[in-house]
């Protein structure tokens, strides 16, 4: 599978945190309900590794991955759990060079030119623009765009339905992540059925608008 391709046909990518193993396939039957066959988890919890391997094994077709990512560990724990793309909240090059040489698809985190040179120096084009609301917008992307034609992006971070869609329609932008269609307490509490709803929202959008 070209993970960059299908990450940009979806243009969506759901950030969850899960806490406790139990909400894994509830969480990843929301978002299929939904029409959108792609998850990353957060390695923010014990129960990251184990909520892939469950999703990977019970849904082979879905599209996931593992984000917060901070560490040589986390990274071959995710490997081994079956991720297929890595996302890292800032650019770790320790971290981006072995992915690079373990050849699993990687989005390290940047906001500024200098990163994004580093990750074209070693061949990557594809970039989580982090945190997105903070850095800019879509103003520093479009502006971005001028020097870096090349470059594809993920913004995240204070992402809604209506921001999505202006990031979306920039050309460098192939995908957003975000957490508002999956916050953490719905998932705490079991709101499958809500998880579900802001999904489809989203998904719908994205479809009359593209």
């Not at 129960?47 to 999703?55: C, D, E, K, M, Q």
């Not at 986390?74 to 650019?91: K, R, Y």
């Not at 995240?156 to 329609?169: A, H, R, S």
């Amino acid at each position: 599978m070209d993970v960059i391709k299908k990450i940009e046909e979806l243009k969506l990518i759901p950030i969850v945190v899960i806490e406790e193993i139990k909400n894994a396939l509830p969480l990843g039957n929301a978002l299929l309900n939904a029409g959108l066959p792609v998850i990353e988890i957060t390695f923010r919890t014990a129960a990251a590794a184990a909520a892939i391997t469950s999703l990977k094994k019970e849904w082979p077709d879905m599209l996931v991955g593992a984000g917060t990512v901070l560490k040589i560990e986390h990274v071959d724990a995710a490997i081994d759990a079956g991720a297929q793309f890595i996302v890292t909240p800032g650019f770790n090059s320790t971290i981006v060079d072995y992915c690079i040489d373990k050849k699993i698809t990687i989005a390290p985190g940047l906001n500024n030119p200098s990163f994004i040179e580093w990750g074209l120096e070693r061949g990557l084009n594809f970039f989580k623009f982090f945190p997105a609301d903070l850095s800019g917008g879509p103003t520093m992307l479009q502006l971005l765009s001028g020097p870096y034609p090349m470059a594809r992006f993920m913004p995240t971070g204070g992402i809604n339905n209506k921001t999505m869609i202006e990031y979306l329609k920039l050309d460098n932008v192939i995908a957003c992540g975000g957490s508002w269609i999956v916050k953490k307490d719905l998932i705490s509490s079991g709101k499958f059925d809500e998880i579900t709803k802001l999904t489809k929202e989203a998904v719908s959008l994205i479809k009359s608008t593209f």
